[in-house]
């Protein structure tokens, strides 16, 4: 199986917005409304950030939020902060068979 | 809130056994979820490996499922990992982490453990 695909890398200054996408196929995004994305910092531990493609854990800033249109997934971020600099996957559950699959990884730089 | 660890060497030979055991504190390990084991070799995506219910029951990712049993000891409130026959490629940092049933994301992860395939 193949890993779901996110660009290498966004930017974007304090205060804007910015979107990862994740791509997938349809044995996998495209079939099921188990998208999530996980916030990773430098050696550190995943942190989940958004689950069921739009929804947020306890605990999360609303200005994280997910949507998903077809096989295609996303993050965005608005009021980007300094903070949010780090590794974003995305992840989606594809089958009884494969079970989950993870995105390549995005690193998000603030400007 | 529960919280994970996992444990094991550091160093593995190439085609011997990679063990490592993950913690879980501060919840049972017999509830409604899966405990899941993900690696990210170094400087790459994370990978899932495979996930274990408290009946025992199991999942695997198909590309490692020849190599990979994983198990749980409830008596001990944890879970294991073992990968057979290791390269240098299954060098990478383990992750254990709880999977929400009814939800099939990760809520809750240990901090990582690097495990190095090497002589």
């Known amino acids: 199986q193949s890993a779901l695909t996110q660009p290498a890398s966004v930017s974007g200054s304090p205060g804007q917005s910015i979107t990862i996408s994740c791509t997938g196929t349809s044995s996998d995004v495209g079939s099921y409304g188990s998208v999530s994305w996980y916030q990773q910092h430098p050696g550190k531990a995943p942190k989940l950030m958004i689950y069921?493609?739009?929804k947020r854990p306890s605990g999360v800033s609303n200005r994280f939020s997910g949507s998903k249109s077809g096989n295609t997934a996303s993050l965005t971020i608005s009021g980007l902060q300094a903070e949010d600099e780090a590794d974003y996957s995305c992840s989606s559950y594809a089958g009884r068979r494969i079970h989950y699959v993870f995105g390549t990884g995005t690193k998000v730089t603030v400007l | 809130q529960v919280q994970l660890q996992e444990s094991g060497p550091g160093l593995v030979k190439p085609s011997e056994t990679l063990s490592l055991t993950c913690a879980v504190s501060g919840g049972s390990i017999s509830t409604t979820n899966w405990w899941s084991w993900v690696r990210q070799p170094p400087g790459t995506g994370l990978e899932w490996i495979g996930e274990i219910y408290e009946s025992g029951t199991t999942n695997y990712n198909p590309s490692l499922k020849s190599r990979v049993t994983i198990s749980i000891d409830k008596s001990k409130n944890q879970f294991s990992l073992k990968l057979s026959a290791v390269t240098a490629a299954d060098t990478a940092v383990y992750y254990c982490?709880?999977?929400?049933?009814?939800?099939?994301?990760?809520?809750?992860w240990g901090q990582g453990t690097l495990v190095t395939v090497s002589s």
């Open positions: 982490a709880r999977v929400v049933g009814s939800g099939s994301y990760m809520d809750s």
């Open positions: 069921e493609v739009d």
